[in-house]
């Protein structure tokens, strides 16, 4: 291993192999702090070639990588284990935005990049970037890309996936695949774009990409809604997209409790409503026309609505101030529900016109098994995502109901299964939901996946135990 | 063999195994009539079991499978080789439209279902299905999942890839991999969908799929615009995507031969302009509002447009009629240059940004070649997909120009490439251009569709031939 290790220090300088503790440390804990690996080394290329350079090695000597961006990933997909076996490849040192091409509306990348980085790169070159999460400031496209991240914009815009027109990759071999092709249309062979992007580092390292512009929107409208139950949420849904389609670009679920909770940890954002109903909507709207239209708009889908009886009550923001607020309230439910305490949490997605069934169905048997649990239940209704998470009863203890996280996982997860829904909406999998996998995929589909992976990766040393 | 006839024969019907030469003759010759080839028997399976169960006869008799749809395939794909040995498995038979979720916004159906039915079905419950192509009324979604279909829609609403929510695939093993899911985000492993999108049949057989389905536009506007140069176009482009961006759904570019020869061989069209100008747009948008607010989109569009000087002159069409009108002048390019003679077709796509040097670079290298050969230059420049058609020079011996083919083909496909282009944009490979996509693909994503192929069709099965 040291000759290996020389190697790599000959190909890529001293200074970027690193193998102190206190250097390593930071590539080898997760961004929750719930798990810590080991490895061999941290290896920091400076660009495509050297970590070709550097898989050639690893392949050379059966030496497993792991590829890291940000380290922001949720699911334990971007830390070694602790075998020590395994080198962390650091992808931070291609931060290049390499081209703006703005009669292509395309940006080109290193998968370094932090996500804000090309945000601010496409807003100077007066275009939108639309991915947006909550780590953007530190997480990078690299990692985007292989988790096909999801985020606040995916009803409109769609996932890292639908921004991505072509890719550059290192593959298992230490080949260097030039696919940065900046085409809509290209139907010559295996579409091996979308087979890299959300494979988790398993089939190969992404290090360059051409992503999609847009043009900037010129105003928004955003209205908080109250309703009695989710049939009427997607019924709305359904009449948003009709009367506003490509204009509706934010439409998030929110239940009573979540709303409580936000209320009860951050006083300082205002009520929106004097009374209480069973659920909210948040809808935005966002027009390439003046502000006025916009507003015409969405006063014309909320009478529509009121008409429909499809509504129980509803504000329409008057000001930038009152929309931050309603976005202020939906986006501090999670630290509100941190606040009140430990809770379990899911990150599913259902189709849309099963969601209420759904919800109705598995808070029914969540009561059944733990009585008094509590569900905070919320997330982007549009893409059908549902943050459904499970806080213990009030004042009970709090580490003995997180003992039940298994069983609790279990029915939430057999439900989200029974109403065709996907136990990992916008996470991955990971090491985190590797089992959970192997629970709810067909034999068919587990066998189809080990197939490619062995193709494309016969050595296993690519992000191996991810995944499958 | 007869033992393996006799089994497919008792496994869905001696009426569905074919081997007449009658019987399988519309099997067996292409849409354009350029080819014709042999075959052991054409099976028509009833469902996804027959299909199935056929699939594992072939794989234990080592019989290849020509899978084929509408048979309307521009590439050669779904016809069988000279040698007889395969048969060809007609999907016609699945055409069931399984299932419409409103509220999920998507519609289960067969591959066999024609894009028509779907289309309709999906008008009649007040939503779009918006793949729409010239051969609508005899191709099948499988057809057009199989081989990632364009048309003249994608500007705003994608390829066929990006209708589809999931599929259920036969693999060349004879599983069935059933991932007809609805889900708008999910996360969970290897995105098999869209690698088994645009595979042409030659990774396993798409029996089902889950489309999206989209509200209906309320009203349309359509101008006709001429312009000195593509340059202007693209700027032009650019403007129209800023002010309306998602209303914009048709970007058609048009040079003066091509509308020249139209103006002669349709003279039942109306003229639009007295003079002619060297390049024409017919630009469409579509809203959800009504026609009136439409036009003043329209009307603020071409104005800007003036004031930028990105136009010379501009129609906007005041009726349906008009519109139409405008329409038939683009979508009779092809009939009239046939009219015309015979021509060199070219199926490309290029970055929007390099278009216009392409085609002044290209023009220049063909008319050195050939001197006085015809280029017919037409498409949807909004997705940067070109008809790069070449007809000999004006009254010279056609036969005697085709003989030029290759090297015509060669001059317009190396220039592609070298502009970042695709030598098919949305026809696909088939046998046509197998060889063409060697010359151009690099070494390292060839050995990756390689490796693909052979894990997922070991036997190679599943469509030999095509693609690789």
Redesign the interface.
């Known amino acids: 291993m040291q000759n290996f290790l020389n190697l790599c220090r000959a190909a890529i300088g001293e200074d970027y192999v690193l193998h102190e503790p206190e250097a390593q440390a930071p590539y080898l804990q997760d961004w929750r702090q719930r798990a810590t690996g080991k490895c061999l080394a941290v290896v920091k290329p400076a660009n495509t070639a050297q970590v070709a350079l550097l898989v050639r090695l690893c392949a050379e000597h059966q030496v497993p990588i792991v590829p890291q961006g940000g380290n922001t990933g949720l699911v334990l997909g971007s830390i070694p284990d602790q075998s020590g076996t395994a080198i962390v490849m650091s992808l931070q040192r291609l931060n290049k935005i390499r081209e703006i091409?703005?009669?292509?509306?395309?940006i080109t990348v290193d998968a370094g990049c932090l996500l804000e980085t090309i945000q601010n790169a496409a807003d100077q070159a007066d275009f939108l970037f639309p991915l947006s999460l909550a780590s953007e400031g530190s997480c990078t496209i690299g990692g985007n890309l292989s988790?096909?991240a999801?985020g606040t914009a995916?009803l409109h815009y769609g996932?890292t996936?639908?921004l991505c027109l072509g890719l550059e990759v290192v593959?298992a071999d230490g080949?260097?695949?030039?696919?940065l092709?900046?085409?809509?249309?290209?139907?010559?062979?295996?579409?091996?774009r979308?087979?890299l992007?959300?494979?988790e580092g398993t089939?190969g390292i992404i290090t360059g990409a051409v992503l999609k512009l847009?043009?900037k929107?010129k105003s928004q409208g955003t209205a908080f809604i109250a309703l009695d139950n989710i049939t009427q949420a997607?019924?709305l849904l359904?009449l948003a997209?009709?009367?506003?389609?490509?204009?509706l670009t934010g439409f998030e679920l929110i239940n009573q409790l979540s709303l409580e909770l936000v209320h009860q940890h951050f006083p300082q954002y205002q009520k929106i409503f004097q009374y209480a109903t069973r659920f909210y909507v948040l809808l935005e709207l966002s027009t390439?026309d003046n502000e006025q239209v916009t507003k015409q708009l969405l006063e014309h889908l909320i009478t529509t609505a009121f008409e429909q009886e499809l509504v129980v009550d509803a504000v329409i923001a008057n000001s930038i101030a009152q929309a931050k607020n309603c976005w202020a309230l939906r986006e501090s439910i999670s630290a509100a529900q941190a606040k009140e305490g430990k809770n379990i949490k899911h990150d599913i997605?259902?189709?849309?016109?099963?969601i209420a069934d759904f919800v109705q169905d598995t808070d029914t048997a969540l009561r059944l098994a733990f009585p008094s649990s509590r569900m905070v239940t919320f997330g982007?209704l549009g893409?059908?995502?549902l943050h459904y998470n499970v806080s213990p009863p009030f004042g009970a203890d709090q580490d003995g109901f997180l003992q039940h996280q298994t069983e609790i996982n279990r029915i939430v997860h057999d439900k989200t299964h029974q109403y065709?829904?996907?136990?990992?909406?916008?996470?991955?999998?990971g090491t985190l939901?590797k089992h959970e996998?192997l629970l709810?995929?067909?034999p068919?589909?587990i066998?189809?996946?080990r197939?490619?992976?062995?193709?494309?990766d016969p050595h296993n040393i690519m992000n191996p135990g991810k995944?499958?």
């Open positions: 091409d703005t009669a292509n509306s395309t988790t096909n999801g995916v996932n996936r639908e593959t080949d260097i695949w030039n696919g092709r900046g085409l809509r249309k290209d139907n010559t062979g295996y579409d091996l979308d087979l992007i959300g494979a089939l847009y043009p929107p997607v019924a359904h997209k009709q009367q506003c389609h490509a204009n390439y997605s259902l189709p849309i016109s099963k982007h893409d059908g995502n065709g829904g996907s136990i990992s909406a916008e996470h991955g999998i939901k996998l709810y995929k067909s068919v589909e066998k189809l996946m197939a490619i992976k062995h193709a494309l995944i499958l």
